[in-house]
């Protein structure tokens, strides 16, 4: 999975004297989020899932009623949230994609191998059975 964040913006933005404390905010937000995204899209974790959903609904928003919407975080930030929004439905889709193929292969897997184990047990029960050379 590749990852989705502001990074480059950050390095780029935060090494010049122009960017406003409001802007460190917001990107402080935005990388914060796109984290909790990232590490809770597939995640084993409750609270890890949760956190990805506040974040997925937060993005899919196209509120602007108060200063940390996703719009408002990236209209501060001079980012387009479509191209955001996009990136992140790719990511997603991607990791449900990849999350079924994985549970498909191993379905496949358990039920070639209790196929094998039942087709084991079914030539043992059908072979004669021996009687012991000391109970004759």
């Known amino acids: 999975m590749s990852k989705l964040n502001t990074q480059n913006h950050s390095d780029s933005t935060t090494n010049r004297s122009d960017i406003s404390p ?46 940390f919407t996703f719009e408002n975080v990236c209209a501060c930030l001079n980012l387009d949230p479509d191209y955001l929004r996009n990136g992140l439905r790719r990511m997603k889709r991607d990791a449900f994609t990849s999350a079924q193929l994985k549970a498909q292969a191993g379905s496949e897997t ?4 209790t196929t094998k184990a039942r087709g084991n047990a079914d030539k043992r029960r059908s072979m004669p059975r021996r009687s012991h050379p000391t109970s004759r």
Do not use: H, I, Y
Not at 41 to 57: H, I, L, P
Not at 110 to 113: D, F, R, V, W
């Open 22 to 67: 409001t802007q460190r905010v917001m990107l402080a937000v935005l990388n914060d989020a796109l984290a909790r995204f990232e590490r809770g899209v597939c995640s084993a974790k409750a609270t890890e899932r949760q956190e990805f959903n506040e974040v997925d609904n937060w993005v899919a928003s196209d509120e602007t009623d108060w200063p």
């Open 110 to 113: 358990a039920s070639t191998s």
